[in-house]
């Protein structure tokens, strides 16, 4: 997986939009790039992958420039229950490996009533 | 909506004793992960299995951690002998045959050595 770098934290009041960007200046190729969520006491969750451009799903959007070396998610309205912290992996998806993922410290976002 | 299960959702053990933690990973998902999070730390791989064998290790998975898939449901970790620093929370995974990035985790199980 590819080194990343994104914000240790982020605050944002209720039913703001809220957005995480995330370097990863060395990816390569074949890199997707793929985003995690996490509250406490809990699992991991799989929120968002992409390659380029704009990807969207019914949580986040993720929108990646054409020279593909950051990417923001994008949390529309947040609220309270975003609280949490939010992981940004990048790697290829394109072989056979067996995709450990490798979780930095991720962005603790609180969300502020 | 499927999920990844795991039991017990808490362990208490002594020290030298043998614990197994057991999930359930996603009906027709393929490959299998334990990951571990320390109180606090970054969440960490521990070991993949595929096929009936382990594919990958990292450097946490010696001697004393084995897996297991003694069913076509379950998916067991074992660890021989616990220490304090084995105190932590333990998740398994689960993806699909494609897109190796996108695991579906289970709640965890807190290991608790005193």
């Known amino acids: 997986l590819a080194k990343t770098t994104q914000p240790i934290s982020m605050d944002s009041y209720e039913g703001q939009e809220v957005n995480i960007t995330c370097s990863h200046n060395?990816?390569?190729?074949?890199?997707?790039i793929t985003w995690y969520q996490q509250f406490p006491s809990q699992g991991p969750r799989f929120i968002i992958q992409?390659?380029?451009t704009k990807v969207t799903n019914e949580v986040a959007s993720l929108f990646i420039p054409a020279d593909r070396k950051s990417s923001t998610l994008s949390l529309p309205r947040v609220s309270l229950s975003d609280t949490a912290v939010y992981y940004c992996?990048?790697?290829?998806?394109?072989?056979?490996?067996?995709?450990?993922?490798?979780f930095g410290k991720g962005t603790k976002l609180s969300v502020i009533p | 909506e499927p999920e990844v299960t795991q039991t017990p959702s808490h362990q208490v053990t002594q020290m030298g004793q043998e614990v197994i933690l057991r999930c359930v990973p996603i009906?027709?998902?393929?490959?299998f992960y334990w990951y571990r999070q320390i109180l606090g730390q970054k969440v960490e791989f521990l070991v993949s299995?595929?096929?009936?064998?382990?594919?990958?290790k990292s450097e946490i998975f010696d001697d004393q951690f084995s897996v297991e898939r003694p069913d076509g449901s379950n998916f067991t970790l074992k660890i021989r002998s616990t220490k304090l620093e084995d105190s932590a929370m333990y998740f398994c995974?689960?993806?699909?045959?494609?897109?190796?990035?996108?695991?579906?985790f289970g709640p965890g199980t807190r290991l608790t050595v005193t």
């Open positions: 995974a689960s993806r699909a045959g494609t897109r190796g990035y996108e695991q579906y």
């Open positions: 060395n990816i390569a190729t074949n890199d997707y």
């Open positions: 992409g390659y380029k």
């Open positions: 992996l990048v790697g290829d998806i394109s072989g056979a490996g067996s995709y450990q993922l490798t």
């Open positions: 009906s027709n998902h393929l490959y």
């Open positions: 299995f595929y096929n009936n064998e382990i594919s990958e």
